[in-house]
Each structure stands twice: as C-alpha cells, then as structure tokens.
C-alpha cells in the first residue's frame, strides 16, 4: 500500500508560481499513475493533471494547460505540480493520487490511494 503526502502549499499572491509536491512511500512508485486533483470550498473535487507511470504520458485538465506542469521522479519516489500565473480561483485544496492501472483518467473513483491535501490559497 502506498502512502502520499502533500507539501508544498501556502499563501501566494495573483501572478505567482508555485509548486507543491507529493512524496510516497510503502509501495513501488513507478508501479503507479500519479494524478493531481483539488477541491475549492462549496465544489467537488476536480481532476488538475495526470501522469504515467514512467512520465512519458501526461493529461492535463483543459482549462489549466499552459500554466500547470506535471512531473514525477521515480528515484526520489516524488511527484510534482507546477503552478505558474496562479489566480484566486486556483485556490484551493490540492490532492495527489496513485492508480493501480496503468491507464490514464481524469476520474477520482479511478484513483486508488489518496494524500492528506495541501492548501494553495492565492490572493488577488
């Protein structure tokens, strides 16, 4: 079983960049596609970005491609999403996730383990 933690988050003003990280442990990282999602107060969790298991693949959310940049590290068991000209609708809790399957989704259900989240709260 693979445990993720999230860091990284924290206070930023509009225009910043930012990049939080998700780091694993218990289970063989490269074994698993890693996924992003977040989750803003009042709304359902949203998928952000995915990668596969040896980071050739990546998906991106629609809405987010150009400033979000996915990225894992399968020596130092970490996966990483990169935040550029973040507005306050970014702001939010930050999810990463793992998947058995190596079949790329955007579907939360699809996910088979789960971190802690990490807040990004962007000020205007």
């Known amino acids: 079983q693979v445990q993720l933690v999230e860091a990284g988050g924290g206070l930023v003003q509009a225009g910043d960049s930012l990049a939080i990280d998700c780091t694993a442990s218990?289970?063989?990282?490269?074994?698993?596609?890693l996924g992003w999602f977040r989750q803003a107060p009042g709304k359902e969790r949203e998928f952000v970005a995915a990668?596969?298991?040896?980071?050739?693949?990546?998906q991106y959310a629609e809405s987010l491609k150009g400033r979000f940049t996915i990225s894992r590290d399968n020596i130092r068991n970490t996966v990483t999403l990169q935040m550029t000209s973040l507005k306050p609708e970014d702001t939010a809790v930050y999810y990463c996730?793992?998947?058995?399957?190596?079949?790329?989704?955007?579907?939360?259900?699809?996910?088979?383990?789960w971190g802690q989240g990490t807040q990004v709260t962007v000020s205007s």
């Open positions: 990668i596969s298991r040896g980071g050739s693949t990546k």
């Open positions: 996730a793992a998947r058995r399957v190596p079949i790329m989704t955007t579907q939360a259900t699809a996910y088979d383990y």
């Open positions: 218990g289970g063989s990282f490269s074994n698993y596609n």
